[in-house]
């Protein structure tokens, strides 16, 4: 079974552009979560989307946003960037939404994308 | 006061060297992970846990539910182990600690 794969792998954009990172889950998955990943931060959570729906989200501006598709494929975007939003974005993807009662779903992690922002 | 701490930050052993991390956290969770995460940035996750103890190999984790608290073993340490081991909660939402960095010489 493929992993969890998310394009592109590497992204450098300039302050004010906006990006579209991809994430595709693991077949049958229909939970994906977003996260950012900095040194000085370390993992934050940023969203969470099951059947499309957007079931939580971390404390990021409303410049971060995402979308989940109906084959649970995972977009996100980010609109006029910051220095400050250079980092690693993971995605993972999991059979369940995480919180919910008698859960216990393991998140496979994509490989990443990296953003460099100019 | 971050709501998932661990403990130490940085780690440097001998091969062979029982290892021990530590991650507490001050809210209610569902479940506990722990992670580990190799230069270059995948992530891989080792375990999932919402009582008592699991093994995996070489790696044992182990939580405490009263007392807020979990610890991730590694017996036999090998310099593959080199990583960073993070620790994550369940709460509605995953909380992050700031990861362990374990660095196993030869």
């Known amino acids: 079974k493929a992993g969890v794969t998310q394009t592109p792998r590497y992204l450098i954009k300039t302050r004010g552009q906006q990006v579209t990172l991809s994430c595709s889950p693991i077949?049958?998955?229909?939970?994906v979560s977003w996260y950012q990943q900095t040194p000085g931060q370390g993992l934050q959570f940023l969203f969470e989307?099951?059947?499309?729906?957007?079931?939580n989200k971390g404390n990021f501006p409303g410049r971060f946003s995402g979308r989940q598709f109906s084959n649970s494929r995972s977009e996100m975007n980010v609109s006029t960037l910051e220095l400050g939003d250079s980092a690693l974005y993971l995605c993972?993807?999991?059979?369940?939404?995480?919180?919910?009662?008698?859960?216990?779903?393991?998140?496979?992690f994509g490989p990443g994308t990296r953003l460099l922002v100019l | 006061k971050n709501e998932v701490e661990q403990s130490p930050q940085n780690l440097t052993a001998q091969e062979g060297e029982f290892i021990t991390i530590n991650c507490s956290y001050s809210?209610?969770?569902?479940?506990l992970h722990w992670l580990q995460q190799h230069p270059g940035g995948g992530i891989v996750s080792l375990f999932m846990?919402?009582?008592g103890k699991k093994k995996h190999g070489r790696l044992i984790a182990t939580i405490n539910i009263q007392e807020k608290h979990s610890s991730l073993h590694i017996t036999a340490s090998h310099p593959r182990d080199s990583a960073v081991y993070i620790c994550?909660?369940?709460?509605?939402?995953?909380?992050f600690g700031k990861g362990t960095r374990l660095h196993i010489l030869p």
């Open positions: 993972a993807s999991s059979l369940l939404p995480s919180g919910v009662v008698g859960a216990q779903e393991t998140q496979y």
């Open positions: 077949s049958g998955h229909r939970s």
């Open positions: 989307y099951f059947s499309e729906t957007q079931r």
């Open positions: 809210v209610g969770i569902s479940a």
């Open positions: 846990l919402s009582s």
């Open positions: 994550a909660v369940n709460n509605d939402k995953i909380i």
